[in-house]
């Protein structure tokens, strides 16, 4: 199975993204399962806003959809801004919602047998929120949410401290990292075997 992981992080590389080593963590949870992934870093592409599955003139959201297509796992990484996702989730959001027209020959949205997970990052409170907003979405265009299918971590409230400079990891948040690979994992290869009725 395989997994793309989607970093909505404002900050294009190489610079340090919370955000970054959150993905990392759960790719690396997901390599226990079996899983093979990669992480893109959306604001290093340059993604138009829209709601269609191409813009035109350089739209790279194309390619991303190809690779998420080919994905049996999404998995959307963000951080808390204002106690939002980030502008660069929700324009993800916002081009997932052309999956709303794309069927296959079966009239089933192309999502249909794909597995969500969601993790957030931020030094404010809003995971709650941000994870409310995030799984309504995903299942809105097609994807399955599993059981405890976020993981996250929040510093305490109007504090400078991120998650890239806690060390070691805090214990909650690994178990909750591993929790949601475990548990996208197994809903992937339960969807693989047995896939969603035709309409």
């Given amino acids: 199975m395989s997994c793309l992981i989607l970093n909505c992080t404002l900050k294009r590389s190489p610079h340090e993204s919370s955000s970054e080593l959150l993905g990392s963590q759960v790719l690396s949870a997901l390599r226990d ?14 993604v138009r806003f829209g709601v269609t599955t191409d813009e035109g003139d350089g739209d790279e959201w194309p390619q991303l959809r190809e690779r998420m297509l080919a994905a049996d796992i999404l998995v959307l990484v963000t951080p808390i801004w204002l106690g939002q996702p980030s502008a660069v989730c929700k324009m993800v959001l916002e081009r997932l919602d052309a999956e ?7 009239g089933r949205m192309l999502t249909y047998d794909k597995v969500a997970g969601i993790g957030v990052v931020g030094n404010e409170d809003g995971a709650h929120h941000v994870t409310a907003e995030l799984c309504q979405a995903l299942n809105d265009v097609g994807f399955t949410i599993p059981a405890s299918a976020a993981t996250y971590w929040v510093g305490e409230a109007m504090q400078g401290v991120d998650y890239k400079d806690k060390e070691p990891t805090p214990e909650a948040t690994a178990g909750t990292t591993r929790t949601l690979a475990r548990n996208v994992a197994h809903l992937a290869g339960l969807l693989a075997a047995s896939p969603y009725p035709a309409e």
């Fill in 100 to 106: 709303l027209g794309e069927t296959d020959d079966d």
């Fill in 33 to 46: 399962h079996g899983v093979d992934g990669e992480m893109i870093r959306v604001v290093d592409h340059d």
